[in-house]
């Protein structure tokens, strides 16, 4: 990259590659403790009702369980629901576990069962005899749609849909081209590869250390202090290495509650690991259905978008996600509606999922927009230029920077789209249907919404050390960490050591809404300036320079300046001298000022070829090109990883993906990965990434606007469009399976 | 430390080590490993033999160590991802792993370079596709695919540049 220097944008290898790739990176579930007991949830067999009895005597009965802890004989924890409370979630009362005998949704914790090892304590959970009485539930979003309503309060850090402007209706109904359809997105279950598991460490009287899988270590801190009544320097919380999360890690799992308990019980030291199929009753990405209708003049101009979604939610909390507003910001038009409502279902509350809210709703409006764009008769690439905008109307805020065109350019020449028949089953391979396909994709660039910490040190054995509460939950957030605090020092980034995952470590949020680049990596910058001064005062003091001129600087690894002896004197001797490390912590705060004048977005252009088998049905994503303008790119070589990522997740959303609930039993069916299939390697065609040039000084300090999400939206959509063009099937219902294409 | 009451002994050689072993008859190679040799480089994503990271080679073939209960193993030689490296010597496929960035969250990655390391051995794999087909065994949610076919394609056409 152009802004790139001599470490920041250079593509380095990810800096606890080796680590990861010789076994020693270790998980949650991979910390030893003298003693260590092992513990397994025994899961709710009904949807909804309550616990009658308890039989533990068999499990008991098994060698090796020690007990089997319930609602009925578990220690005392916090009653009220504020206790669970934590950062992230949504408004609404949080599931307390192993709080009462009543059942809210199917495979619920109600039992733990500690033994002496992992074999006993999963035996003695199938041994836990309970009895039930039913109630009657419903889990069929298609049922519970018919009593929306729109959530009372807001979701704090999520835009409610917008005020709808001009006059959708009038403008509708005068137009000559329009589309109206009704979408349908499934369950979607984050389906990270590490279980969710949580070790904690007795270490004495009231304190522990918990290694859990999470987003967000002082997150977790917080709710085990709150719920399970310690106090919070007592309870450190570990995630050093996060075996993915994708948004299932930002709220904390009922397995660190679970396993806390068993610790706090026994006094001993616990692992609990959940099994996959209970990972299914964690938290999922709502279905929605889903409402669109868009109007244009014969020169494709948009004139009317209306955009409306309900979605699902628990019984107990309001999960809010950005959803349609996105169709009032994509497109300049002045007649826009929105309507986004919520409906209650008995499952667990659903959660983020990576792009949460725009992986559905822009999906829905780059459909329509192909839908639109084979209504008036234009290429869907051109109709998309002629409705461009730089402006956020639903905000009426200036953007502080939009390089979508140069996506769009990029990527439909790397594509080779101007070789594309725009009419549907036009191409062909033999059997095989050729469609091509394209979206273009938006999502929120984001600074952390709180104050971000950094601490960065100059330690005696010369070595660089970054320090921050912040996770990487495979994101590259240790290299690029590495690759700013080298950058600012010019040393190399071998010199540089970087601590993350752990509470006692200085403030971070959760690492979500990819804003962790952007805050914490500028956290570290301002750390780098501050550590500076301080060296350089060091050496004014070494060298009693105090009130005599001479400006001092530091240089890569010393500190120059006229008025010292050798003209340079090194950092290591200026620690060496000073008798200890010497450090400095650097804060980011949100641009409160700066967010009521502009709005920022990071943007793609994605374009997709699948081909389909004529007679199978048979879907194959061959390749795919994407297009990011994510202001200044870090590292190339990591940040290139999470678009492609995100593309293999999009596929995956597109044509594989869908929680299937048995209404009969409100449980989830395919809780396996056997049954809920995630892209395999043989799934997965050519995938390119271009980053455009982006310069944006004003969305972030470092010009930095974050990938985490930005490589999934839109790539359900382009492959979605691209299924069309090659069939002529407009299938509005993902994931698009060879059932619905055959029926269609 | 507790012992089952079951246990039976059981001779096992992992990473060139001879071990000897107890274990009860249900317990997983896997978690032979992980809890009682405190190997944890072998990971646990489903217990169900169906995503491949618990893969390990056991006597030079590719096997998901969590569908193998340890006992019926007894003598076995077992290689996990610790034992690839030699000394401070990356395996080339962990460096290439490395250097095309197959990995993200680093959780498959074990599992996957193990099962890349059987593949190699097997010489099914002819070209890209054929790598894509014979490692759909190994799921990998960062969806790191592409790069990790890029990592055994570079070090297998190096082999079989060398061998020319």
């Known amino acids: 990259m152009a802004d790139g220097g001599m470490a920041i944008g250079k593509p380095i290898s990810r800096i606890d590659g080796s680590k990861k790739v010789t076994g020693q990176a270790l998980y949650a579930a991979e910390y030893d403790a003298p003693g260590l007991l092992h513990a397994a949830v025994v899961s709710s067999r009904i949807a909804k009702g309550k616990i009658i009895a308890i039989d533990a005597i068999e499990a008991l009965a098994l060698p090796g369980v020690i007990a089997v802890l319930t609602h009925e004989n578990r220690p005392h924890v916090a009653a009220f629901r504020y206790a669970y409370k934590d950062t992230v979630g949504p408004p609404g009362g949080p599931f307390k576990p192993l709080h009462d005998g009543k059942i809210r949704f199917a495979d619920q914790p109600v039992a733990v069962v500690i033994g002496e090892n992992y074999e006993a304590a999963r035996d003695g959970a199938a041994l836990v005899r309970i009895t039930y009485e039913e109630e009657a539930f419903e889990t069929d979003l298609d049922v519970a ?71 967000g270590s002082q997150n977790v801190q917080l709710y085990l202090k709150q719920a399970l009544g310690f106090k919070l320097k007592n309870v450190r919380v570990v995630n050093a290495f996060v075996g993915g999360a994708f948004g299932s890690g930002l709220r904390p799992a009922h397995s660190a509650f679970l396993a806390t308990l ?91 999922m990576r792009a949460p809210g725009a992986a559905v709703g822009v999906h829905v409006l780059e ?188 240089s890569r690894d010393a500190v120059i300046g006229e008025a010292l002896p050798s003209r340079a004197v090194s950092l290591n001797e200026i620690v060496t001298a000073a008798g200890q490390d010497i450090t400095a912590t650097g804060t980011t705060l949100p641009d409160l000022a700066g967010q009521r004048k502009h709005a920022s977005y990071v943007h793609s252009a994605v374009f997709a070829e699948v081909r389909v088998d004529e007679d199978l049905g048979v879907i194959r994503v061959k390749r795919i090109v994407s297009a990011i303008a994510a202001g200044r790119i870090l590292n190339p070589k990591t940040a290139g990883s999470q678009i492609i990522g995100g593309v293999v997740m999009g596929i995956g959303q597109a044509l594989h993906e869908e929680a299937q609930t048995d209404h009969r039993f409100g449980k989830v069916m395919n809780h396996s990965f056997q049954d809920y299939h995630i892209p395999a390697n043989a799934d997965v065609g050519a995938i390119e990434v271009i980053f455009v040039q982006e310069h944006d000084p004003d969305v972030s300090p470092l010009g930095v606007k974050g990938v985490g999400e930005i490589g999934l939206v839109g790539v359900t959509a382009a492959i979605a469009n691209a299924v069309f063009h090659a069939t002529g099937k407009r299938i509005r219902s993902t994931p698009i399976t060879i059932d619905k294409l055959i029926s269609a | 430390m507790y012992e089952d009451p079951s246990a039976i002994a059981l001779h096992l050689t992992v990473n060139g080590e001879a071990r000897d072993l107890r274990a009860a008859p249900w317990v997983t190679l896997l978690d032979l490993l992980r809890e009682t040799l405190k190997l944890t480089g072998s990971k646990k994503g489903c217990d169900h033999g169906q995503c491949g990271a618990c893969t390990v080679m056991i006597d030079g073939r590719r096997v998901n160590s969590c569908l193998v209960l340890a006992v019926t193993r007894d003598g076995a030689e077992v290689v996990t991802i610790e034992g690839l490296a030699e000394g401070g010597t990356l395996h080339p496929l962990q460096q290439a792993f490395i250097d095309h960035d197959a ?62």
């Open chain 1, 145 to 215: 749609k018919a009593e929306p309503f729109k959530p009372k309060l807001p979701r704090i850090g999520v835009k409610p849909a917008p005020k709808s402007r001009g006059d959708f209706d009038a403008a509708f109904a005068a137009a000559a081209i329009k589309i109206s359809a009704a979408y349908e997105t499934a369950a979607q279950h984050h389906n990270a590869m590490e279980l969710f598991a949580t070790t904690v460490v007795w270490e004495g009287e009231d304190k522990i250390t918990v290694y859990d899988k999470t987003q």
């Open chain 1, 262 to 352: 068993a610790a706090k019980h026994l006094k001993r030291s616990v692992r609990l690991v959940l099994t996959r199929a209970q990972m299914f009753s964690i938290t999922y990405r709502a279905d929605t259905r889903q409402e669109i209708a868009l109007a244009c003049d014969a020169d494709g101009r948009l004139l009317a978008v209306r955009h409306a979604c309900v979605a699902a939610t628990s019984k107990n909390e309001d999960q809010q996600e950005t959803v349609v507003n996105w169709a009032g910001l994509a497109y300049a038009c002045e007649n826009v509606a929105f309507d986004y409502q919520l409906a209650r279902v008995d499952t667990p509350t659903p959660g983020d």
């Open chain 2, 103 to 164: 990995l993200q969250c680093g959780y498959c990655t074990p599992g996957q370079i193990c099962s890349a390391v059987g593949l190699l051995a097997e010489g099914n794999a002819h070209c890209r596709d054929d790598v894509r087909e014979l490692m759909s065994g190994n799921l990998c949610r960062c969806g790191a695919y592409t790069h990790i076919v890029d990592a055994i394609e570079m070090v297998r056409l190096g082999a079989v540049e060398a061998a020319a």
């Open chain 1, 367 to 554: 459909c329509a927009m192909d839908e639109l764009a084979y209504a008036a008769g234009i290429d869907p690439l051109e109709l998309r230029l002629r409705n461009w905008v730089e402006h956020d109307q639903n905000d009426n805020l200036p953007l502080t920077s939009k390089a979508q065109k140069a996506c769009y350019a990029q990527a439909a020449q790397r594509f080779g789209w101007s070789e594309r028949s725009f009419g549907p089953r036009t191409m062909r391979d033999g059997q095989d249907l050729i469609g091509w396909g394209m979206a273009g994709g938006v999502w929120d660039a984001f600074v952390a919404p709180v104050p971000t910490r950094a601490r960065v040190t100059w330690r005696r054995d010369g070595r660089l050390e970054v320090a921050a509460a912040a996770s990487d939950i495979g994101t590259g957030t240790y290299t690029i960490l590495a690759q700013i605090a080298a950058e600012a020092f010019g040393v190399p980034v071998e010199q540089v050591e970087v601590w993350l995952g752990d509470s006692t470590l200085p403030f971070n949020p959760v690492e979500g809404g990819s804003w962790m680049a952007a805050s914490t990596g500028a956290a570290v910058a301002r750390a780098c300036d501050k550590l500076k001064v301080a060296l350089v005062k060091a050496a004014r003091k070494q060298f009693k320079l105090r009130g005599r001129k001479g400006a001092l600087s530091v």
